[in-house]
């Protein structure tokens, strides 16, 4: 069983409006939480990342928050735009600092005009 | 930011023979450079982790005698496909892990014919 959980597996949005993803995790123990931004035929791109005692970091328009507690990540896009559509992927390290990444599955956000 | 390069791109070559994929970190050193493998609409799947100077670390399930990985300086990693075959054909995505955090190269995009 996949120990990143993301959804929706895909979202369609208006330009300009705003959504947020959802990302779930087990892995245990818990080093950070990553959200990559992989467009098509390209690799991913970090948006943020945030250790155990962060709950919210943002990076332009991408706000991530995290709650330890629950084990649950959340990625917000403000005004989207037509470049934001690409699959985001949340990315959990366990053990140390560098432990193994456990990688979701991605959520697909397609941006219409 | 750090910059993880891929060549090629994308290369297609015929069922049996062999692909090399380089990876280089360009601005900074990489002790540890990771390969994955990414099949369409599906995540990440690590495959091996380079250690520079020493033997590749495979996960369970790939042949190292079929994914030959060489990590011969601190800023270079290369992935030979061996006798490739049609299921080998896929996004192959190399990572290099600097001081802050893991950078992915753009990709190759492998299709054996």
């Known amino acids: 069983k996949n120990q990143v959980e993301q959804s929706p597996q895909s979202l369609i949005i208006l330009e300009g409006k705003n959504c947020t993803l959802q990302c779930n995790y087990t892995v245990s123990p818990f080093s950070n939480l990553r959200w990559y931004k992989q467009d098509t035929g390209r690799g991913p791109v970090s948006l943020t990342i945030m250790t155990f005692s962060e709950n919210t970091k943002s990076n332009g328009r991408y706000t991530a928050t995290l709650d330890a507690d629950t084990k649950q990540s959340s990625l917000h896009i403000t005004a989207s735009q037509l470049s934001d559509s690409a699959s985001y992927i949340c990315?959990?390290?366990?053990?140390?600092?560098?432990?193994?990444?456990?990688f979701g599955a991605g959520t697909q956000v397609v941006v219409t005009p | 930011g750090a910059v993880v390069s891929q060549h090629p791109s994308r290369v297609i070559c015929k069922s049996g023979t062999s692909v090399k994929i380089e990876c280089r970190s360009l601005d900074f050193q990489a002790t540890t450079m990771f390969w994955y493998r990414q099949f369409p609409k599906q995540s990440l799947m690590l495959m091996a982790t380079s250690n520079e100077g020493s033997k590749a670390t495979y996960e369970q399930g790939v042949e190292k005698d079929k994914f030959l990985i060489n990590h011969a300086s601190l800023t270079l990693s290369t992935l030979t496909v061996t006798s490739a075959h049609p299921e080998d054909s896929s996004f192959y995505i190399c990572?290099?892990?600097?001081?802050?955090?893991?950078?992915f190269g753009p990709g190759t995009r492998l299709l054996v014919l």
């Open positions: 990572s290099a892990r600097s001081t802050e955090t893991q950078y």
């Open positions: 990315v959990v390290s366990g053990g140390d600092s560098w432990g193994k990444l456990q």
